[in-house]
């Protein structure tokens, strides 16, 4: 079972930074894309950030140019640097881990939240 703990969530005004972390722990497999998810309240979680083992990475065309999603050295930890926030990315942000058995398995940490305030 792989666990998933975030930190770095908070309170922050439009316009301003904040940096999410993301460890994972426990798997008996190597992880392999690892990302950041988001739900508001009344809307679907989405995908916000997503980055391979190779680097490889992808973002959400909302987030483009203001948030950027990294590996630590390690490889079991993710980061997510979100610049310029908007009142838009309040939301409680999810760090997800993929696991491949087969088949692949996506985990999913408790989540943290993101208060931007206008």
């Known amino acids: 079972q ?6 770095g969530g908070g309170l922050v005004q439009a316009g301003g ?3 999410l972390s993301c460890a994972a722990s426990g798997s008996r497999f190597s992880i392999n894309a690892m990302g950041w998810y988001r739900q508001a309240p009344g809307k679907q ?3 916000v ?4 083992t190779g680097g490889t990475t992808n973002l959400a065309d909302s987030v483009k140019g203001r948030f950027t999603i ?3 050295n390690a490889k079991n930890t993710v ?3 979100m610049n310029n926030v908007k009142p838009e990315d309040t939301a409680v942000y999810y760090c997800s ?6 088949p692949l398995v996506r985990h999913f940490g ?3 939240q993101v208060t931007v305030s206008s």
């Open 49 to 52: 950030a997503a980055i391979t």
């Open 97 to 102: 881990a993929d696991v491949i058995l087969p």
């Open 45 to 47: 979680r989405e995908m």
């Open 17 to 19: 930074s904040l940096r």
């Open 110 to 112: 408790q989540g943290t």
């Open 79 to 81: 980061y997510l640097q």
């Open 70 to 72: 990294s590996r630590g």
């Open 2 to 7: 792989v666990q998933l703990v975030e930190s």
